[in-house]
């Protein structure tokens, strides 16, 4: 059992970790990245793929924005598709500019992982951790396995990193945290197809059939989606079944025609809202999808996770540079200001968009009236695009 010391002992190389272990790295202090899976693994799992724009502003300010700025795309609005008639929502002309940009979890987490690897920075994979002790000591440490040995990584600080099924919130003692939590009865099937985008912007759609989006990732690469009951079994769903619900929910009465192709990669996500407060136990962080999850239909998910990841590194640069705990302590309440909004948000276009099996006659009237609501006002419209494009200070 080797025992190995770093500064910033981070669980996970999904986003939150990368970027944290990214930004210390610039202000010059060590962390050690352990992550569950093999590096191919983490490159190609196919995930979120909507960047608000101070995401981007933050990797490009990092260095981390080159293939980023080359490769992805741009989009300045998107589209709304109720009563099979579509509704712009100009983005950029109702936030002062501001745009979203879309490019895949994956390809962050590889264009991350390759600036961590290039400055010889630790990301060791196949290396989960299994245990977290001493965090109210100011010596954590963190018990990994790596090729079927136990190691233990010493560090000043933990920072629980490990998504929604990770070690880090679990090993808090009862009562460390509060939870707060939303399941929906339905989950997204989501497909990945060789074939270009059919619109030049994202749609989301109601329908009577339920809710479905079109997204992409470049301009070969179309990424959609449909809602399914939680009881379906993704083999009820070939692709060809796929392709007519998706023609038939985002369908509209312009004639608009989706363009099947061959599906890359097909599954289900899971829709769920989760809060646990505080982000803090002693010298533990937790950051990311460790401590939150929101459903995706705000497309928030990767942009809070970053954002917690940009607050923990300035917290600890203060805190190695001046002794200062203030950031630190500020973390938390920081942290959760920001997700809460996006809790309200992502569940506010949850609600809006999809088909609710348990509602009544009453609840389709609201729901219906409220689509009505954002598609036709343009202050319903200034309120979905600021929160859409990313709120600055909350
Ligand atoms: N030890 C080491 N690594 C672990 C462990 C463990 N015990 N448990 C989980 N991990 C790793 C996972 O394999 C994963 O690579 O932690 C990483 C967590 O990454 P993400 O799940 O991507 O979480 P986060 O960085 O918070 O990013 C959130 O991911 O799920 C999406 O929609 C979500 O876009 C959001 C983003
Ligand atoms: C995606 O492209 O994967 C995507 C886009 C918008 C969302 C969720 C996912 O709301």
Wanted: charged share 20%.
């Amino acid at each position: 059992m080797g025992t190995v010391r770093t500064q910033v002992g981070i669980i996970g190389a999904g986003p939150a970790g990368l970027v944290l272990s990214h930004l210390l790295h610039l202000q010059g202090i060590e962390s050690v990245v352990l992550e569950s899976h093999a590096r191919e693994y983490i490159e190609k799992r196919v995930r979120a793929g909507v960047l608000e724009q101070g995401t981007v502003d933050l990797l490009v300010a990092s260095g981390v924005g080159g293939r980023l700025l080359r490769e992805s795309l741009v989009h300045r609005g998107l589209e709304i598709r109720f009563d099979r008639r579509g509704h712009r929502i100009a983005l950029a002309d109702l936030t002062g500019g501001r745009t979203i940009t879309v490019y895949g979890q994956q390809e962050v987490v590889k264009d991350l992982v390759a600036a961590r690897l290039a400055a010889g920075g630790q990301v060791l994979f196949d290396a989960p951790a299994v245990e977290v002790q001493q965090l109210l000591s100011d010596r954590p440490t963190i018990i990994y396995e790596q090729r079927g040995e136990r190691h233990v990584l010493e560090c000043d600080v933990v920072a629980g990193c490990d998504g929604f099924h990770g070690v880090s919130r679990n090993a808090l003692p009862p009562g460390a945290l509060t939870i707060y939590e939303r399941d929906y009865p339905f989950v997204w099937l989501g497909i990945l197809a060789a074939t270009p985008p059919s619109s030049e912007e994202l749609n989301y759609a109601h329908s009577e059939h339920g809710f479905a989006l079109h997204s992409m990732r470049s301009p070969s690469i179309s990424r959609l989606y449909l809602q399914i009951s939680r009881d379906d079994d993704l083999s009820q769903w070939p692709d060809e079944r796929v392709w007519e619900e998706l023609q038939l929910r985002l369908g509209n009465d312009d004639g608009w025609v989706l363009h099947p192709g061959p599906v890359l990669e097909k599954g289900a996500t899971d829709l769920r809202s989760f809060v646990a407060e505080p982000m803090r136990f002693g010298r533990l962080f937790l950051a990311g999808d460790a401590a939150h999850i929101v459903p995706p239909t705000g497309a928030k998910g990767m942009n809070l996770a970053i954002s917690d990841a940009r607050l923990l590194a300035s917290a600890l640069a203060e805190w190695y540079r001046s002794g200062s705990e203030e950031l630190l302590d500020a973390y938390s309440p920081a942290c959760l200001r920001r997700v809460w909004r996006a809790e309200h948000f992502a569940s506010w276009m949850t609600t809006l968009l999809h088909l609710h099996p348990d509602d009544d006659a009453f609840g389709r009237g609201l729901q219906r009236s409220h689509l009505a609501y954002v598609c036709s006002s343009q202050a319903a419209q200034m309120s979905l695009a600021e929160n859409y494009v990313g709120l600055g200070a909350v």
